[in-house]
């Protein structure tokens, strides 16, 4: 995940685009893939004719602390209406 602490980006991109490859080499006739949080693999999974979705929420976890952690992380992930309200 990391380099003696450093190249948190590096490595989560590594991450992500042998991901890619492993799901084009696994999955050629994938209908959609769901890249979240790190975008390199969406241009090379583009690149390979699959549709992808960008899923990249924001850490509403870190933001809290103690209970409220907890019920922040949780209602993030609850589902939410479309459209206006």
């Known amino acids: 995940r990391h380099v003696r602490g450093r190249l948190h980006v590096l490595c989560a ?8 490859v492993w799901l084009l080499a696994s999955e050629p006739g994938c209908d ?16 390979a004719g ?6 990249c929420h924001f850490p509403d976890k870190l ?11 949780s209602a993030s992930l609850l589902p939410r209406p ?4």
């Open 13 to 20: 991109t590594v991450r992500g685009l042998a991901g890619a």
């Open 32 to 47: 959609v893939a769901v890249v979240d949080q790190v975008a390199p693999p969406v241009a090379l999974l583009r690149l």
């Open 50 to 55: 699959v549709p992808v979705v960008f899923y």
């Open 63 to 73: 933001l809290a602390t103690g209970e409220a952690a907890g019920a922040a992380g």
């Open 82 to 85: 479309r459209g206006p309200l």
